[in-house]
């Protein structure tokens, strides 16, 4: 299959799983990446590494995916589809369709120094939530206090229980 009739036939299938349930939405994110990965490996490899471990180490019953990320993800999709003919950037929409469905934010809150997306991870460090710029990459603790980056260690992203604990969700 050529990678156009690819993102066609996988922008179908996110339409409709994206408003359904967690084991839905992760089992649509694994058919479609199994379609598109080969093509994302000649397009960008480090990001094809990055959203292979996303998508395998990723729980549907362990994460939240709120309403404002599916409305977020709709948003990437809707463009990924005006933007069929370049291909280039609609993989880049669909690495932050997956990004967006899997890692929680919210919209009520931004990066302090440029206003990005603020996406939540777990310290193993410091044992604790944090938030990471997703365009600037600065890193902030719960209570938006700067935190340094030799004060963490491996991030994956913050699961619905941690998210509870600290009380981001209720
Ligand atoms: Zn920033």
């Not at 995916?65 to 463009?79: G, T």
């Not at 009520?108 to 365009?135: I, P, R, W």
Request: proline share 1%; charged share 30%; glycine share 2%.
């Amino acid at each position: 299959m050529k990678v156009k009739s690819a993102l066609i036939m996988i922008s179908g299938k996110l339409e409709t799983a994206i408003p359904s349930d967690n084991h839905e939405i992760i089992c649509c994110l694994k058919s479609t990446w199994d379609k598109l990965k080969r093509f994302s490996k000649t397009i960008d490899s480090s990001a094809t590494i990055y959203i292979d471990e996303l998508l395998n180490n990723c729980d549907a019953e362990k994460i939240i995916i709120s309403q404002e990320m599916k409305e977020d993800a709709m948003h990437d999709l809707n463009r990924l589809k005006e933007e069929i003919n370049n291909v280039y950037f609609c993989f880049k929409l669909y690495y932050g369709l997956v990004e967006d469905l899997l890692i929680y934010h919210r919209s009520d809150e931004c990066c302090h120094l440029c206003e990005g997306q603020l996406n939540y991870y777990f310290n193993d460090v410091s044992n604790s939530v944090l938030k990471e710029c997703a365009t600037c990459g600065r890193l902030y603790d719960i209570d938006m206090r700067l935190v340094e980056f030799s004060e963490v260690g491996m991030l994956r992203p913050a699961n619905r229980d941690e998210l509870l604990i600290n009380k981001i969700i209720k």
